[in-house]
């Protein structure tokens, strides 16, 4: 049996959105309540890394794809 590595990215993204998820709500959480100037700027920065994760994980198959010249179809 050949091991199935559309439903491992799958899953793995599954995980990633669920993580960025309980991330960007504490962060959110963290930032809204806060009063040091200095802790809100590293809650932003790690709120746009989390995003930038995000984006990164969903258009990765899409451009291995086009360099590879093969088909995506995850």
């Known amino acids: 049996m050949p091991f199935d590595f559309a439903s ?3 899953d793995i ?5 669920a993580l960025a998820t309980i991330t960007i709500s504490y962060a959110g959480f963290s930032l809204a309540t806060g009063k040091d100037v200095q802790q809100r700027e590293e809650w ?3 709120i746009a890394g989390v ?10 198959p899409l451009i291995a794809a086009q360099l590879s010249g ?4 995850g």
């Open 70 to 73: 093969g088909h995506y179809c």
């Open 8 to 10: 491992l990215a799958t």
């Open 44 to 46: 932003k920065e790690v």
């Open 13 to 17: 993204r599954t995980v990633a959105v």
């Open 51 to 60: 995003l930038i994760g995000l984006v990164l994980l969903f258009l990765a």
